[in-house]
Structures are given as C-alpha cells and as structure tokens.
C-alpha cells in the first residue's frame, strides 16, 4: 500500500511538473510524416549545472522555475566546461507512420550522455551513452555517434532530457531521425567518410611507394603526416572508437590528445625536410625541433595525466603550430625557395580547416556544416597540394641535382685535361730525363765520347747490314806512350789531352758517318759502315796524319800526340759476332804498336 501511495504520489509530481511546462510551449517540436529529420539547437534549452550534482527532479523543477535558456546563436557548442549540462526539449508525434525516433548526439567524444524520456502518463525512461561505456553499450544503433532509440506515442507530449558530462569539448548538437531518414544521412556520411578516407589511402600508397623507391626522408614524414592526422580525424569522427578500439575506454579517453600529438610531430618534421630548414633556416629549425619535443613530452603526459588537461592544451598549441608552419613557408617563400609557395598554398587550405575545427572546440564558431567538416575538406586538399608539391619538389630537386653533375662534370673534365696535360708535360720530362741519362749512361764523362757498352750495342745493328751485303771497317786507335804524358805533365794534363784527341778524331769522322767511341783508357774505337777495307785505311791514316800535325798545347806546353791504328774489314760471309771483328782489329793495333807505333796496320795484312 505505501509503495502504490509512493508510486502515485510521483506520478502526481511528474504531471504537476508537466502542467507546469506549457508554458514553454514555444519550444515544443512538432513531428510529421513531413519532417523525417529534424535538428533541435532552435528549440532545445540548456542549463549548467556546475557541481553536476543536479537529478533529473533537480533539472525539472529548474525548467520549471525558467532556469534554462535558450543556445546562444543557436549553438551547441560551450568549448571545454567543467561539471555537467542539462538540454531539454519537447517533443510532439503527429506522424502517423513513424512512433519510434533516433535521437543522435552529433559528437562522437562526449564521455557520458543520459538521455530521460517522460511521458505524459507519468513514465520516464533513461538511456546511458558515451565512450566513457564501450561502444556497444547505450547505443541503439551501432554507430559513430552516439544515438537512443525513443518511443514517441502519437499526439502525446514527451518531454527529453538530456544530460550531458565530459572532460572532451561540451558539444551537444542533437538531432531527431526517423530511423529511415537516419539510413539514408548515415549512408551519405559513410560515403562522403569512405572517399576522404579512400583519398587519404590512395595518397599514402602512392607516396610510400615513391618513398620506397626514391629513398627521399620528405616522403616518409609525409607518410607520418596523413597517417597521423588520419588517425586524428579517424578519432575526432567516432570511427577509432567504433572500429580499433571498442571496448577501450582508456584509449577511447587518451586517443584524441595522443592522436594531437603524433600528427603535429609528424606535420612539423614534414615541414622540416621538405623546406630544408637546416640549410635554409637555422633558427626556425630549432625552434621547429622544440616544437616537436614539446609534443613528444606531452603526448607522454596525456597517459598519465587527466583527458581534461591535456586535450585543451594539445587542441590550443594546435593553432600555434600551424600557425608557425604558415610562418616557415612564408619565410622559405621569401627566401626564393619556390616549392614553398604550394607548400604555403596547401598549409592555407589545412590552417582554415583545422583552424575552425578548434573554434568549434573552444566554442568560438558555432557548428555548421562547414565548420564540422571543414577539417576533412581543408586536410584533403592540403594532403593533394602538398602531394604535388613533394613531386615539384623531387623535379626541381632533381634539376638541381643534374646542374651540380654537369656543372661538376664540366669542372672534371677541366681538371682532368689539366692533369692529363701536366702528366704529360711531367711524361715528356721524365722522357727527356730518361733521354739524357740514357745518353749520359751512354757516353764516356771525360771525353763525352759514346763509351764501350753503347758501342756494342751499336754494333750489332751495323753487323746485321753488313751481313745484308753492306760493307763495315772497324778502326782501333791507341795514343801512343800516353803514360808518359800522364807521368811527365800530371794527370789533368793528360785528360785534357785525351779530351782533344777525341775532338780531333771525332771531327775528322763527322764526314765518314762513324760510329766512335772510348774503348778505355787511351784507346778509341770506331766503327766505319758502308767502307771497305782500302777506305778505313785511308781515314786511319788521315787521322794519324791530323793528330802528328796538330800538337797539343796546355799550360804552355807542346805535346807531340801520335796513334797507332789496327783496321779490320768485317767478313760479311762469317757468322762471327762484334767481339770477334773487335780482336782481329785489335790484333792488327798491336802489330802497329810492334812495328814502331805511329803507323797503320790492317787485318788483313795478319791474314796474309
């Protein structure tokens, strides 16, 4: 009995409560078959109850009292607010097919949603929702954004409540669906979803193949870049939540803050290869690296510390670091650098998506269209330009690339001709070098006469004419008591002579083409090609005459100079070498030197 007076005396509260609401009777929403979709921030009133300790009696009664207001501008969004808000409104079925509705909160990181239902005849229902739940609990549709499926009886009055409680953003944009009209937007979004997505994937493939062949760092950040603000849109959107990690709530929690953090390393080291700003901008590199540690350190405090606290701090430097990246490309532009200038153009399209999507958050714009969806549009055509620009990049890099070849090449080729034409000078050096010590190995250092080894080798070569039916004479001449002159005057005295006796003898030869040489000591041989024996003959004794009537004279002194000469005539029959023709002239010298010296003695005279 007392639980009936109970449960009467709460119904007669909830119809006091609702005789009581008419008087906002303004804000009441009218269903029809006509209207299978309808958004609600025109007629829904709010209220904040800051302790979030209000009940739903507590929220009632205050509707009641005129506590609620209106959205400001029609506006769901409040930024990021402690405790808890409380929307209202009513809801009136005239439809006559549709009894069941969707109502579907359009934000997909709300932590905690209670949706109350309360009829006219004194029912209330309640609905929990928000990833604070996994994903599969407290939505009646499996869907990004949370949703509660209510009963709306025709032609009765039904007054929503809907509270709402997050560390996350306070957006609160709600909308009515017939589940129908629900399909139908559900489709488009996952399309419109589907081709951003599918836009974003066509790029990283296409831009990791690049990197994988072209070996480019740029590229890989860029990979970096569309994965992880992919993966921020994928969170902000509903759909990690949904499809990676549905029964996460702590990663449903940490993913937005930690997604922040990884796309603006990424975007910021993107902007650091592809500007170059080491080369070109030392400072800005810095304070680009700074930037970078900055995330790094508070992408590892947002897993430890409140969403609350990092998530607005990660979403308010999200202005301030695109906002230096514009800064970057300007300058680089500035600098001459004309890849920055569609690098500068793309950042433009991403700075005024994600720029309104931060508004939206901090509830600084109100959430339209393209306020909701401008970070997908601006994302999408930065990720193309900046595509592009990675192209006009790798071509004008390229180019550059060749220049320094060729410019190199033509440098080397220079360097090359100026060593290939001092190697040569050094080569035509080195040959005369050679040449002279050749000819100095070759010549006797006192007369400057060929010396004995050079006449052998000379040798040979006359032997092999003469043998071609070529005549050839050898002369050996020995200055006569030649120690005396040694012992008499001294020994510079003697070699002075030798050295006149070789340049009288040498001149008389210069016209007979003889090949003559310093046998030893004072002994001088010479090889007579194309002369028999009667012509050697005759230049023995032109010599012995020129040398007798030409004394030497040194320091004052006359010296008498006589030679005596062996003449040989090669047998060109005989297969005997040079040493053999050396010994028969040799022997006739000695003849000479026994038969008084000063005279001209041959070989063939021995023979006889």
């Known amino acids: 009995m007392g639980i009936a007076r109970s449960l009467l005396g709460a119904c007669l509260g909830w119809l006091l409560l609702l005789t009581a609401l008419p008087a906002r009777a303004a804000d009441t929403v009218v ?42 501008d029609e506006s769901a969004a409040f930024g990021f607010q402690t405790g ?78 809907v509270r709402v409680q997050s560390q996350s953003s306070m957006q609160v944009p709600l909308k009515l669906y017939t589940q129908a009209a629900f399909t139908e937007m559900s489709r488009d979004a996952q399309l419109g979803m589907g081709v951003y997505y599918g836009i974003l994937l066509a790029l990283f493939f296409y831009n990791m193949v690049l990197w994988l062949t072209l070996r480019d760092a740029s590229y890989f950040w860029y990979l970096l870049h569309i994965c992880a603000f992919g993966l921020v849109l994928f969170t902000l959107n509903g759909l990690g939540f949904e499809y990676l990690w549905p029964n996460s709530t702590w990663l ?51 897993t430890q510390l409140p969403y609350h606290v990092t998530t607005p701090i990660a979403s308010a430097t999200v202005f301030l670091s695109i906002s230096w ?23 433009a399209m991403f700075l005024l998506g994600t720029g309104m999507f931060a508004a939206v958050a901090f509830g600084l714009v109100p959430k339209v269209f393209l306020t909701e969806y401008g970070k997908e549009i601006g994302s999408a055509m930065e990720m193309l330009l900046l595509s592009i620009g990675l192209g006009y990049r790798y071509s004008a890099l390229r ?31 080195l ?71 070789a340049g009288v003898i040498g001149q008389t030869l210069r016209q007979h083409n003889a090949l003559l040489a310093r046998f030893g000591g ?52 005989s297969k005997a070498g040079a040493e053999t023709a050396l010994q028969r002239a040799d022997e006739a010298l000695y003849r000479a030197k026994a038969d008084g010296r000063d005279c001209v003695r041959t070989s063939a005279v021995m023979a006889a």
Not at 277 to 287: A, M, P, S, V
Not at 455 to 471: I, K, N, P, V
Request: glycine share 6%; aromatic share 8%.
């Open 31 to 72: 269903l029809t078959d006509a209207t299978p979709a309808v958004p609600l921030s025109s007629h829904v009133l709010y209220y904040h109850d800051a302790a979030a300790k209000d009940s739903l009696r507590d929220s009632a009664h205050k509707l009641a009292n005129n506590r609620f207001a209106r959205l400001p």
């Open 84 to 161: 808890a808000y409380w929307f209202h409104v009513r809801l009136l079925n005239r439809s006559e097919r549709e009894q069941r509705w969707l109502l579907v909160q359009q934000y997909a990181l709300s932590d905690n949603i209670d949706v109350y239902a309360n009829y006219a005849d004194g029912r209330t229902q309640h609905w929990r929702g928000g990833d604070a739940l996994p994903f599969a609990d407290g939505r009646s549709i499996s869907y990004r954004h949370p949703n509660f499926l209510i009963d709306l009886p025709r032609e009765q009055p039904v007054d929503v409540f």
């Open 252 to 302: 449903a929690d940490k993913s937005v803050p930690l997604s922040i953090c990884l796309s603006q390393v990424g975007m910021q080291q993107f902007t650091r290869t592809f500007l170059g700003l080491r080369e070109r901008w030392r400072l800005g590199d810095r304070i680009s690296l700074g930037i970078i540690a900055f995330y790094v350190l508070l992408g590892l405090a947002a």
């Open 325 to 347: 990246v514009a800064a970057l490309g300007l300058v680089i532009t500035r600098r001459g650098y004309k890849p920055a200038v569609i690098f500068l153009l793309a950042w």
């Open 399 to 429: 180019s550059e690339n060749e220049r320094i070849i060729r410019d190199s090449r033509d440098q080397l080729e220079q360097k090359v001709a100026q060593r290939t034409s001092e190697l040569s000078n050094a080569l035509n050096q």
């Open 431 to 501: 040959a005369d070098a050679h040449g002279r010590l050749r000819e100095s190995s070759q010549r006797d250092s006192l007369t400057g006469l060929h010396n004995r080894s050079f006449f052998h080798e000379g040798m040979e070569g006359l032997l092999s004419q003469a043998r071609s039916g070529r005549h050839l004479s050898l002369l050996m001449i020995d200055l006569d008591h030649f120690k005396q002159i040694n012992d008499r005057h001294g020994h510079l005295v003697g070699d002075a002579c030798l050295r006149w006796a």
């Open 522 to 573: 004072e002994e001088f041989v010479v090889a007579l090609p194309g002369t028999d024996l009667e012509g050697a003959t005759h230049v023995a004794e032109e010599l012995r005459a020129r040398l007798r009537a030409e004394p030497f004279r040194c320091e004052g002194a006359t010296i008498q100079v006589t030679a005596s000469f062996g003449v040989h005539s090669v047998d060109t029959r």
